[in-house]
């Protein structure tokens, strides 16, 4: 019957667009990752939209943290997020579309992992920015918290993603003197410390 047919070929055809999405954002992780990795710090600036806006002078090449974080949020379903913020003004040395890059994996890895809250967290240590994400999962064994930033690894859960988020985070946080910190949360669920040196 011709509705039938329409239906299944409404289906086939929704199938196909979630698979081209999926495409779409494994090519776009792919290549965040290659420019964390690669790319000279001038480069990383104008990633997204246009370098001076994002960053400030070319000589300055940090960014204020509060905007950033504002960046990583965007479009996050917000009723599920704890946020405690840095005040106005607080400056690291990283582009603001790369932190907030790493911030959003860091959330979206967090959100998709754990039914619960996820707390956001960001203080200043000495010369140094942490920014922590904490869900309510069930946290990784000591195997899987040296892996987990590794390319490709998803750790055999059957969640859709790429495996690069991760890998991601730690490449930038490299890129510029930083490091990316995993680990069990006493009460349970797992804490990301992304630890990234202060701006100018």
Do not use: M
């Amino acid at each position: 019957a011709p509705a039938e047919v329409n239906a299944a070929w409404r289906q086939s055809l929704g199938s196909a667009v979630q698979g081209a999405d999926r495409l779409r954002h494994l090519i776009d992780q792919l290549l965040a990752l290659t420019r964390a990795e690669y790319s000279s710090a001038g480069e990383d600036a104008g990633l997204q939209g246009d370098p001076a806006a994002a960053t400030g002078p070319a000589e300055t090449p940090g960014c204020e943290l509060p905007y950033a974080l504002g960046l990583a949020l965007e479009g996050l379903e917000r009723p599920r997020l704890e946020l405690r913020l840095p005040p106005a003004g607080l400056r690291v040395a990283l582009p603001a579309p790369l932190l907030a890059s790493a911030v959003r994996n860091l959330l979206d890895n967090a959100l998709k992992y754990s039914s619960g809250s996820v707390t956001l967290t960001a203080r200043e240590r000495d010369d140094e920015i942490e920014i922590q994400v904490r869900d309510q999962g069930a946290g990784l064994d000591e195997n899987a918290l040296r892996l987990a930033v590794e390319p490709f690894w998803r750790g055999g859960q059957q969640v859709e993603g790429s495996g690069l988020g991760l890998a991601i985070v730690a490449a930038i946080a490299r890129r510029f003197g930083g490091r990316l910190r995993l680990e069990n949360a006493p009460g349970g669920g797992l804490r990301c410390r992304l630890i990234v040196p202060r701006g100018p």
